[in-house]
């Protein structure tokens, strides 16, 4: 019933006039039951009547008893016509006086007795009373009517009551199977149109050509073809933007292999051989830097697509100490900056949050790396966490360059550097952070470091943070 909403519709409408046809019938029935009713009370208050208009017994049996019908008894009999009739029986039930088509059964007690009987195509109400007559001695009396209510209406029950209640309901069906048909017409008008669209047709559908019951479904419909499309159009940018990306530290790889091959192949081949060493020793540095900036780009973008997917979001949550993360990564990034001769140091105080431990170690190792490939040889990074009056929060700071305030919110975006940055990079890491920042539904924020000198970023988590609905721990 709930797969074909026409039929539902018709069986939903279909169902209660039929309920109420029964329904009149019923009450029909009830009304004839009780008029009936009324006509048994009126035959067996003319019963005693007929018992006193027999004056004397027959004589012979060939004889009928002397009956003298009194007056209410005429009357009905000449109202009813040839619909009517009375008997007088013997205790054996035999007519004595009377219509002789009438059957008497003798009742056993002296309570008036009721049954139908049939006679020239007209069933009669018998109305039979076994009492004392005036002048006969104990004689059954029985009146009969052909025009009881309660016979009328179930001889002409089928053709008066159900007959056209049935045609009623049928035509009631047709109306209204036609009328559903009619009114579900623009739904099929709108089925017709979503199923000729092209897949990367994902223009809005028009709203003011549907019925006003249609406009939320087809509202619904756009905003879904909205998001869809934005999702295409991020994933066409993402993959363009990753195929520039991945185009320069590829072209450089390219350059240094292919110098290296020249290099060698135009070496005498008894050439000095400390000045060939000297040259591989060179460009397998080289090669081993552009190979190590490829494997990171490749290792954001991925980290990246993951984030922006949300592919997080059907993994069981965990608690994340931010002080263990905070030592650990301290631990991964000693050596590079022990490189750059960077002081390195760590403030932290006990932190968890609820969220995703491989999430939040990709984006504190971002900060981290930024951090560190920005601070000049001899400089300071400090990691810290904790929780403020706000919540846990995670902390870098640095006294390298900087960012100017105009750009802080620019460089949050995918693949963008601040004009003049000195170092290497893809434009990746901030923006990394910021889409698992909000995948935790936290705050990235931007700021000067100490004394208004070099960069200050802060991951502020949400007070209290509470596992979401529908998460598994």
């Not at 004839?32 to 004589?59: F, K, T």
């Not at 002048?135 to 209406?153: H, K, N, P, T, Y």
Request: hydrophobic share 45%; proline share 6%.
């Amino acid at each position: 019933m709930t797969s074909n909403l026409r039929f539902r519709l018709l069986l939903l409408l279909v169902l209660p006039l039929s309920v109420l046809a029964l329904m009149g019938s019923w009450f029909a029935y009830r009304s004839a039951e009780a008029a009936g009713g009324q006509h048994d009370q009126r035959l067996m208050r003319m019963l005693p009547s007929l018992a006193d208009a027999v004056l004397a017994p027959p004589m012979t049996p060939q004889v009928p008893p002397l009956v003298m019908l009194p007056q209410v008894v005429e009357d009905f009999l000449r109202q009813r016509q040839n619909d009517a009739g009375y008997a007088i029986a013997d205790l054996k039930g035999r007519v004595l006086a009377g219509d002789t088509w009438i059957r008497v059964v003798v009742p056993s007690t002296s309570v008036a007795e009721f049954h139908s009987q049939e006679f020239g195509g007209i069933t009669y109400r018998v109305a039979v009373l076994r009492t004392e007559t005036a002048g006969a001695g104990e004689m059954v009396v029985a009146l009969a009517d052909g025009s009881d209510i309660r016979l009328q209406w179930a001889q002409q029950l089928l053709l008066r009551v159900l007959l056209p209640n049935v045609l009623l309901i049928a035509a009631a069906a047709v109306a209204i199977y036609w009328s559903v048909r009619q009114a579900f017409e623009p739904l099929v008008a709108l089925a017709d149109a979503v199923e000729r669209r092209s897949p990367r047709d994902l223009s809005p559908i028009d709203e003011a050509a549907s019925p006003d019951e249609v406009r939320p479904l087809v509202r619904s419909l756009n905003r879904l073809f909205g998001l869809v499309d934005a999702q295409a159009q991020g994933q066409r940018r993402f993959v363009a933007d990753a195929a520039h990306q991945l185009r320069t530290p590829l072209a450089a790889l390219q350059a240094q292999v292919e110098a290296w091959a020249l290099m060698v192949q135009a070496a005498p081949a008894s050439g000095p051989k400390e000045r060939t060493l000297v040259l591989s020793e060179t460009q397998i540095n080289q090669l081993r830097d552009a190979t190590r900036r490829t494997s990171q780009l490749a290792r954001q973008l991925l980290a990246l697509s993951r984030a922006d997917a949300r592919q997080a979001e059907v993994q069981p949550l965990q608690r994340v100490d931010l002080k263990d993360l905070s030592e650990s990564l301290l631990e991964i990034f000693f050596e590079q900056a022990s490189a750059k001769g960077i002081d390195f140091g760590l403030e932290v105080e006990p932190a968890s949050v609820w969220g995703h431990a491989w999430l939040l170690r990709e984006l504190w190792s971002n900060l981290v790396d930024n951090a560190l490939k920005y601070t000049p040889e001899g400089g300071r990074v400090t990691l810290r966490c904790g929780v403020g009056e706000g919540g846990a929060f995670l902390e870098v700071e640095d006294d390298g360059p900087g960012v100017p305030e105009a750009e802080r919110e620019r460089i949050l975006q995918r693949f963008y550097r601040v004009p003049g940055a000195s170092g290497e990079g893809s434009g990746l890491g901030l923006s990394i952070a910021d889409e698992i920042a909000q995948l935790h539904q936290a705050r990235l924020v931007l700021g000067e470091g100490s004394g208004g000198a070099g960069l200050r970023v802060v991951l502020s988590f949400p007070p209290e943070p509470t596992v979401p609905a529908g998460q598994k721990v």
